[in-house]
């Protein structure tokens, strides 16, 4: 009897156990986007205040971001790399491709000074990564290959090489505006890096946004072919893709024939980033949320 009822006691208790678990997974899972929200905030505005040129400012730095990646990815990777249905519409594209975006900085971070260079990026990611609260619709994938989730997460982190790209280039306008029309307005652009090291830090994020389209496009003709159709369809994204890629490769070819940089190359990455948004994200944003449709 003695035994009987001790059994029964810790069948209870492991019972009770779980279920705490359960409730305290479920409230860091709904708080995760906001808690991670709130971290890029802080460093949006860290960062709009002061530039971490100190080590222990750049560690601060590091050590928040990373805070709020592991946040904001728990929102992200759990539904990833299970076996199960995953819904993929233009809010979770933009999260993911904030995440990744973040995660690029952060990795870049520890030998180069991009804390002020990802500003707009924290700003950015801090509405981004609660857009899925927002938007919770998009297409329903049951239970996708590892070749398509692939192909996905490839064309996502090509699309963040872009954004950091886009950021780059804005930043570089506005500081070469401020070196020829000085203003008190543009102060927060001294602590930047270097015009040249921002140039350079332009052209790598583009080239590795051409590598990784590239990727895209192999990885979405062999789905394609998988699944019976054509190695490239003439749909809107492969169209856009295709657009991004030539001018993506036309400008590291003129920047290694004729030394494009500068104004030209900040266009260039603008314009093709703008164009990889139509790609998906653009279409998705107009099915969803004018159109009503989620499939």
């Known amino acids: 009897m003695v035994l009987r009822a001790l059994a029964k006691r810790s069948v209870r208790d492991s019972s009770m156990a779980l ?166 307005s543009n102060h927060w652009l001294v602590n930047l890096p270097p015009l040249l090291a921002m140039d350079a830090s332009l052209s790598r994020s583009v080239s590795l946004g051409f590598v990784l389209l590239t990727a895209t496009l192999l990885t979405g003709g062999l789905v394609n072919e998988l699944a019976g159709g054509p190695w490239l369809k003439s749909d809107h994204k492969t169209v856009f893709t295709v657009m991004t890629w030539l001018s993506a490769g036309l400008f590291l070819w003129g920047r290694w024939r004729w030394g494009w940089r500068g104004r030209l190359a900040a266009r260039f990455a603008i314009g093709g980033f703008g164009l990889l948004l139509l790609a998906y994200v653009g279409s998705r944003f107009v099915l969803e949320v004018f159109l009503g449709r989620v499939a």
């Open 19 to 184: 279920r705490y678990t359960g409730m305290m997974s479920n409230l860091l899972y709904g708080a995760a986007p906001w808690l991670a929200s709130l971290a890029y905030l802080l460093l949006g505005a860290r960062s709009l205040r002061q530039a971490p040129d100190g080590a222990s400012d750049r560690r601060f730095f590091q050590s928040v971001l990373l805070l709020g990646l592991c946040l904001h990815g728990l929102t992200l990777l759990p539904t990833w790399f299970g076996h199960q249905d995953m819904t993929f519409g233009f809010a979770v594209a933009l999260s993911w491709m904030a995440w990744l975006t973040l995660v690029m900085l952060w990795t870049e971070s520890w030998s180069h000074r991009m804390a002020r260079v990802g500003l707009l990026v924290y700003l950015t990611a801090a509405a981004l990564v609660l857009l899925p609260l927002a938007f919770p619709g998009g297409v329903r994938l049951a239970d996708p290959g590892a070749l398509f989730r692939s192909h996905i997460l490839v064309a996502m982190l090509a699309y963040s090489a872009f954004a950091v790209a886009s950021g780059q280039a804005l930043l570089m306008l506005a500081q070469s505006r401020a070196l020829h029309k000085p203003s008190r």
